[in-house]
């Protein structure tokens, strides 16, 4: 398709955007930080802007919440100290979220309802819902203070196709919240944090070099990097999870609800948690037709990874392979 003809909300050439209004969050009575300004590039590219479109985005209502404060006693012990260095070829705050020197527009919520539309350089301060097919979002930043920074799905249907890439997700530091869900997406270069879980994974979704991280805790949350409660057909690869509370996981692939098949967790590096991985859950067994291979499970935060251990739930058909401590390259058992 030419991009070109594509309906677009987004850049325009001529203007730049003055610096994004901070909007920190209550921290245990310490002020958190706002968003992280985009990256330094050469250059930004050329893009044509609606400004109607802006105008219309920006109508569109998204509840804020007050922020709730991170319950201090989920944290962890001190993080233990590393025995040999890790690789640095993992995703981090310097190559995901929005490129360096691009100019943003500032933007209130979306509804996009228009097949192929682009949203393209947007600094949003609300909250962006799919209800389209062949949706591309880019180079855009997110503060949502509501459930879900984008949700691709609306009226009882999901979208296909979604394409969410060189973009910053936070969650204004409420622990209820999630960056994304749930199907029929693929996730590149994200940069999430300030959330309570990170990115939602039911059918059909990838989700690859991105940098999950900061999570946040409150009364009654669970904190996942990227969590499945059911569902098929999900590749999680080189990735940077970090989740730094003795619950829940960096990757929880959970049946107790519904199965998941299809599974496919591969180069990521894993840190926190009560596991650093769930390959399945106590009351629906083990996923169907899951491959583990060439992660690194981190000491980072506890000495097994996750407080309790580096992986709970693998069946004896999961395939796991080429998996091993990144302190010290050592194999790691399931």
Known sequence: MNRSRKPSVGRRPDT??????????????????????PRPRLAARAGVACLALVVAAA?????????????????PPAPVSPTAGSPKAFPDGTNTGVPPGTRLISSGSMTITKPGTVVDGMDVY?????????????????LCKDWYGVRAFADGRESR????????????GNGEFMAVAFSN?????????????????????????????????????HNDGIQSDGGSNVLIRHNRIEVRFSQTSPILMSTNTAP?????????????????????????????????????????FFPKCGYWGPATGAGP????????????NVPVEP
């Open 185 to 221: 997406y693929t996730a590149r270069r994200l940069n999430v944090h300030d959330c309570g879980d990170g990115l939602r994974a039911a059918d059909n979704v990838t989700i690859e070099d991105s940098y999950i991280h900061d999570l946040v805790a409150g009364p009654d949350v």
């Open 16 to 37: 730049a955007v003055a610096a994004a209004n901070p909007n920190p969050r209550a921290d245990g009575g310490r002020r958190g930080r706002a968003l992280a300004p």
């Open 161 to 172: 196709n979604l394409l969410i890439e060189d973009v910053e997700i936070s969650c204004g």
């Open 126 to 142: 609300g909250c962006i819902t799919v209800a389209a097919d062949n949706v591309v979002i880019r180079n855009t930043r997110i």
């Open 59 to 75: 109508l569109a209502g998204c509840r804020g919440v007050e922020d709730l404060p991170i319950d201090k006693n989920t944290r």
């Open 260 to 300: 998941i098949s299809d599974v496919v967790v591969e180069g990521n590096y894993l840190a926190g948690g009560g596991y650093c991985l769930y390959a399945g859950t106590t009351g629906g067994g083990p996923v169907t037709n899951m491959r583990v291979v060439n992660n690194r499970f981190s000491q980072k």
């Open 317 to 328: 058909d999961t395939v796991w392979s080429g998996n091993v401590w990144d302190e010290t």
